[in-house]
C-alpha cells in the first residue's frame, strides 16, 4: 500500500476527509508516508470518531466499539510525544487490526472443525481467509478484523454449547457493525433446532420432557433474552445519537476548531448542538439515525444503485456474487430435502451417531442461509461494490465453499491422512518433493499442475486482494 501510495495519484473523491489540525513533524508525515493508504474512505470516519467524538451527524453510521478502541489504544500506548493524535490513533488501527486478523483466522479454524468435521478443510478455509480479497479493510482502519473476530468466535462458542459466552460475543460484534443484529438468527435456530429435534425423539424420550406449554415458555423467553442482549449496543448507541442530536439543550463540552465548521458549512454536514433545529429523523416514530443515515446521505435502498453508470461496480461485485450464488447453489442442491425442512428433521445418518461432515453437512445450513441472505439485501440494497469486504467479514461460507473446491478437484491436496472422502489415499499429482505443509504455498509453487478450477479460485483471492489495495488506498472512482 505504501508503493501504491506513492506511485499512483490520489482521484479527488467526493468523500469524508477532514481537515489536518495542528502542524504535522517529521514523525508524522514518516506515518502518513508508509501507512496513509490505510486511512482513506471509511477509515476516514473512524480515526475521525476516535478523536473527536460523533461531531458530524453522517458520523453516527459508524457503530462506536472500534473508535472507542483506538482511542483507548492511542491513549494507553507509549508513542513518540512529537506524532499529532491522528497519527497514533493510525497506528493504533494498523497494530489492533494486525492482532485481530489473526485472530479471526484461528477463531474461522476452529468453527470450521467444529461444522465441517474436516481438519484440512478447516485450515485451508482459514489460509484463504488470511488470503482474502477483503484482506486490505482487515488491515486499514476499518471495523471489519474485530467485526470477523467477534462474529466467527461467537459462533464457535455457540458450536460449543457455550450460550452465554456466545451471546456476549454476539454482543459485542452489533456494536461494532449493525449487520451484528442479523447474527441473533443463529440463537434463534439453535434455539428451535433443539427443540424441534427433542419432539422427534423416540416416544420415552418425549414422555420425559416437561409440559410443551414450559417448553415453549422455556424456548421463547431464552431467545427473548438472548435476542435483546444482541440488539441493546446497537438500540443504546441510536439512544445516545438521539439525545446528542435530539435533546434539549444539546450542546458540546469543548468549542469546535473552525476548520470543521467550515466544513460543516460547505458540505452540509449538521453538527451537534448548533444550529438549534432537530434532524427530520428526531420526529419519526422510532428515531433511527442509523437507517436516516444511510437513506439520505448514501442513498441506500432497494434497487437504488442498480443505474448504468454504476456497471463497473457491479463488475467489481461480480466474481464474489458469483461464488456466494454458487455455494447456495451446492449446498442446495446437494440437501433438498433438508432445505425444505429448513433442517429441523432429524437425519438417518445423525440416528446412527454417524453425521455427515464437510461443506454439504447439515450442520453448515445455517451458515448457508446467512450468508446467502446477506448476498441477496448486499446485491439489492446496498452500495453493491462493499459486497466483498461484507461478505468476507461476516461469513465462513466463501472460505468454506472454496476450501472445499480445492480440497474435492485438487490432486495436489490429496495426501496421506486427507479428512477428503474421495481422494482414495495419494494421488500421482499430490508426491511431489519439496512441497511445504502450507497448503496455499503448495498451489501456488506448483502453478503448472494444479487444475483450471484451482487457478480460478486462487486468482480470484490474490487478483481481487491487489485490485483491492490498489483501489483503496488511492481514492479511485469505483471503490
Known sequence: QALFNLLIPDHAADAFSPPRLGQPGGWDALVERLLGGLGRWDAEHFLFIAERGYLY???????????????????????????????????????????????????????????????RVAFLAALL?????????????????????????????????????????????????????INAGFFLYSRGKRFALQLQGGSASVRKLPPMWKQVLSLASSAALMCVGIFLPFALFQYYAYMRFCGPGTGLDQPIPEPLLQLARDKGYRVAGMDGVQPPWCSQRVPLVYSYIQDTYWN??????????????????????????????????????????????????????????????????VYVVHSTALLAFG???????????????????????????????????????????????????????????????????????????????????LCYWLLGLILHCNFFPWT
Not at 428433521?345 to 461432515?357: I, Q
Not at 508426491?431 to 499442475?449: A, E, F, Q, S
Open 379 to 461: 446485491f439489492f440494497c446496498m452500495h453493491v461494490q462493499v459486497l466483498t469486504r461484507f461478505l468476507g467479514s461476516s461469513s465462513p461460507i466463501l472460505y468454506w465453499f472454496s476450501a472445499h473446491l480445492l480440497q474435492e478437484h485438487e490432486p495436489l491436496l490429496w495426501s496421506t491422512g486427507t479428512d477428503n472422502p474421495t481422494s482414495g489415499g495419494k494421488s500421482r499429482n499430490s508426491c511431489v518433493k519439496g512441497t511445504p505443509d502450507n497448503l496455499i504455498v503448495r498451489l501456488l509453487l506448483n502453478w503448472r499442475l494444479i487444475t483450471p478450477l484451482s487457478k480460478s479460485i486462487l486468482g480470484f483471492f
Open 57 to 119: 451527524e453522517h458520523n453516527c453510521a459508524f457503530l462506536p466499539l472500534f473508535p472507542l478502541s483506538l482511542r483507548a489504544l492511542a491513549g494507553a500506548a507509549l508513542w513518540p510525544p512529537q506524532l499529532q493524535p491522528r497519527s497514533r490513533l493510525l497506528l493504533s488501527a494498523v497494530l489492533l487490526n494486525s492482532l485481530l486478523s489473526i485472530l479471526a483466522a484461528a477463531a474461522l479454524y476452529e468453527l470450521g472443525r467444529a461444522v465441517l468435521r474436516r481438519h
Open 300 to 365: 441506500v435502498g432497494f434497487l437504488r444503485y442498480f443505474e448504468l453508470r454504476q456497471i463497473p461496480n457491479f463488475l467489481l461485485a461480480l466474481p464474489v456474487t458469483v461464488l456466494g450464488s454458487w455455494a447456495a447453489w451446492t449446498y442446495i442442491s446437494t440437501n433438498p430435502r433438508h432445505c425444505l425442512t429448513l433442517g429441523l428433521e432429524r437425519e438417518k445418518s445423525e440416528e446412527e451417531g454417524k453425521p455427515r461432515d464437510g461443506f454439504c453437512c447439515p450442520a453448515a445450513f
Open 129 to 181: 481467509f488470511s488470503l482474502s480479497p477483503a484482506n486490505v479493510f482487515m488491515a486499514a482502519a476499518y471495523s471489519e478484523s474485530m467485526f470477523a473476530f467477534l462474529a466467527f468466535s461467537a459462533m464457535w462458542q455457540l458450536e460449543r454449547g457455550q450460550s452465554w459466552l456466545s451471546g456476549l460475543l454476539f454482543s459485542l460484534a452489533s456494536g461494532a457493525r449493525a449487520n451484528g443484529l
